[in-house]
């Protein structure tokens, strides 16, 4: 049974430039959640999809954007890159909390490290 | 609004000796608590949650917690380290499940070291 898997897992970017990170969830789950974790810091929540569309949203701008696809899998897009953006970005997989089956416990991904220059 | 404090950003340990890491949370509902760790270069990993059953979890690799609602306080603890605990540890907040969508609010995370 493959956990959650993301790509790339490394990739370079310069200012102002726009990245797409993927991630495809744990075999049976049907809500998607993306992290930012800064070096040094705890994951920051970004937004989460259910059911393709966003359904909460951390403290991100809009140049962070995402999409669900029908298969569950998920992207995460940023555009206009700044340097702030350099970080470990988390995928988390779940069954939808409160459902019949939805415990809340999240599994994530090994990250996409994204390095702006 | 819900939030998580990790009291001490590096704990050191001998080989052997017990693990005690702080987590203090901030609630205005009932909340479930997690604690993950993360090795270098790796995703989170789940080790225990507390989801309003029993205050005594245990977790996987001999980590266990307790929540204490008067404390507000979810310290982790394992009686005896071992190498291969050394990582990165961060506790984690949930409202409980009413809305229907579960996120996290982590902590700022504990480097544990452990040395022989």
């Known amino acids: 049974d493959a956990g959650v898997t993301q790509s790339p897992t490394h990739l370079i970017k310069t200012r102002g430039q726009q990245v797409t990170l993927r991630c495809s969830p744990k075999s049976g789950h049907d809500t998607v959640s993306w992290y930012q974790q800064a070096l040094g810091q705890g994951p920051q929540f970004i937004f989460q999809y259910y059911e393709e569309e966003e359904r909460q949203r951390g403290n991100f701008p809009d140049r962070f954007s995402g999409h669900q696809f029908p298969n569950y899998s998920s992207e995460l897009n940023v555009n206009a890159l700044l340097l702030g953006d350099s970080a470990l970005y988390l995928c988390?997989?779940?069954?939808?909390?409160?459902?019949?089956?939805?415990?809340?416990?999240?599994?994530f991904g090994e990250g996409s490290r994204l390095t702006v220059l | 609004a819900q939030s998580v404090t990790q009291l001490g950003s590096h704990v050191s340990v001998s080989e052997g000796a017990l693990v005690l890491l702080r987590c203090n949370y901030s609630s205005s509902v009932p909340p479930y608590l997690f604690w993950y760790v993360q090795y270098p270069n790796q995703g989170l990993q789940l080790l225990l949650k507390?989801?309003?059953?029993?205050?005594l979890v245990k977790g996987i690799n001999g980590f266990e917690a307790e929540f204490k609602k008067s404390e507000t306080s979810f310290h982790l603890t394992k009686p005896s380290a071992h190498m291969s605990d050394a990582a990165e540890y961060f506790c984690a907040v949930s409202p409980t499940l009413t809305g229907g969508y579960n996120k996290l609010i982590f902590g700022a995370g504990t480097r544990l070291a452990v040395h022989p």
């Open positions: 988390a997989s779940s069954l939808l909390a409160g459902g019949p089956k939805g415990t809340g416990e999240l599994f």
């Open positions: 507390y989801t309003s059953a029993a205050t």
